[in-house]
């Protein structure tokens, strides 16, 4: 048997893209780095200068471990972050997940789709 061809990953519309970088954008700031190239230079940073411009841009849109490893990296461990940066985390993460870059909101759809109905017969007790 043949193995499955991939298909090649849909296009993120530029709306979207500028929405996630504008997230990460929002991250970074709030752990305290004015400058991309201020993170760039940071050991540890796990994307480079260049990279991380094209995604705040919305030039580029990364995968979603990239996407939740720069997310990390902002508001875990940085040493000036504090709980700004922790929120805008999880507001990113939030954004991110919710948004069609990353197919959550279809997969959920499907989950609903292939749940079976409830069995005929019993009805719920009353309390």
């Known amino acids: 048997?043949?193995?499955?061809?991939?298909?090649?990953?849909?296009?993120?519309?530029?709306?979207?893209?500028?929405?996630?970088?504008?997230?990460?954008?929002?991250?970074?700031?709030?752990?305290g780095?004015?400058?991309v190239q201020d993170v760039a230079r940071t050991p540890g940073c796990p994307a480079?200068?260049?990279?991380?411009?094209?995604y705040e841009r919305g030039g580029l849109v990364p995968s979603l471990r990239q996407f939740l490893e720069l997310v990390e990296f902002y508001a875990l461990r940085t040493e000036d972050a504090d709980d700004a940066a922790r929120y805008q985390g999880i507001a990113a993460v939030h954004a991110a997940l919710a948004s069609p870059a990353y197919g959550l909101p279809d997969a959920l759809r499907l989950i609903r789709r292939l749940q079976p109905p409830p069995p005929p017969?019993?009805?719920p007790r009353r309390n």
């Open 1 to 31: 048997m043949a193995p499955a061809s991939r298909t090649k990953a849909e296009q993120v519309d530029p709306e979207t893209a500028r929405a996630l970088g504008g997230a990460l954008r929002g991250v970074r700031r709030a752990a």
């Open 33 to 35: 780095y004015r400058a």
């Open 48 to 54: 480079a200068q260049q990279t991380i411009y094209a």
């Open 121 to 123: 017969g019993r009805r």
